[in-house]
T-cell receptor, first 115, second 109 residues
Framework: DAGVTQSPTHLIKTRGQQVTLRCSPK?????VSWYQQALGQGPQFIFQ???????QRGNFPDRFSGHQFPNYSSELNVNALLLGDSALYLC??????????????FGPGTRLTVT | KNEVEQSPQNLTAQEGEFITINCSYS?????LHWLQQHPGGGIVSLFM???GKKKHGRLIATINIQEKHSSLHITASHPRDSAVYIC???????????FGTGTRLQVFP
């Protein structure tokens, strides 16, 4: 089992461009969450996908959008990139463990640099 | 005030020392996670606990639900333990995590 995988590992974009990041969840996991981690900060929740729909969303603008495919993999899209979007983007997949508790696994992250 | 607070923010230690990192939270939780992040790297889950204590090798995690507090202990610390340790909580019936800002640990030989 490869665990959670993300691609690409690093990416450099220019302000105003658009970017797509990809995540494949751990085998058997049906929910994918995306987090943004700015340098020196803790991760911040962007949104979560379950059954191909956005189930929860954090405090991020509409420039951030996503998608989940039937095989549970997910994409994060960011339009009109700003310098402040430079961060490590983490994907986590989860599965209900029991009693409202979720087992969570994290991917290695995609480091996005906007110049 | 953040919903998850960690202390200290930075910690240096000599190899072999016993280390404690603390986490306090202000929301009702279903589980608390201790995570490890190496520089430039992704996140590795160390523990998920909702009560009591868990041990894995030299790492021990405890949680006191009544006091809304958890600690991560590292016994006989080693330079390879140098990393950022992050506390995160999951609220009931949701798998969205709320993260602390992390504790940067450096262990010197």
């Amino acid at each position: 089992d490869a665990g959670v995988t993300q691609s690409p590992t690093h990416l450099i974009k220019t302000r105003g461009q658009q970017v797509t990041l990809r995540c494949s969840p751990k085998s058997g996991h049906d929910t994918v969450s995306w987090y943004q981690q700015a340098l020196g900060q803790g991760p911040q929740f962007i949104f979560q996908y379950y059954e191909e729909e956005e189930r929860q969303r954090g405090n991020f603008p509409d420039r951030f959008s996503g998608h989940q495919f039937p095989n549970y993999s997910s994409e994060l899209n960011v339009n009109a990139l700003l310098l402040g979007d430079s961060a490590l983007y983490l994907c986590a997949s989860s599965l209900l463990y029991g009693q409202g508790v979720y087992e969570q696994y994290f991917g290695p992250g995609t480091r996005l640099t906007v110049t | 005030k953040n919903e998850v607070e960690q202390s200290p923010q930075n910690l240096t230690a000599q190899e072999g020392e016993f280390i404690t990192i603390n986490c306090s939270y202000s929301v009702g939780i279903s589980a608390l996670h201790w995570l490890q992040q190496h520089p430039g790297g992704g996140i590795v889950s160390l523990f998920m606990l909702s009560s009591g204590k868990k041990k894995h090798g030299r790492l021990i995690a405890t949680i006191n639900i009544q006091e809304k507090h958890s600690s991560l202990h590292i016994t006989a610390s080693h330079p390879r333990d140098s990393a950022v340790y992050i506390c995160a909580v999951g609220t009931y019936n949701t798998d969205k995590l709320i993260f602390g800002t992390g504790t940067r640990l450096q262990v010197f030989p």
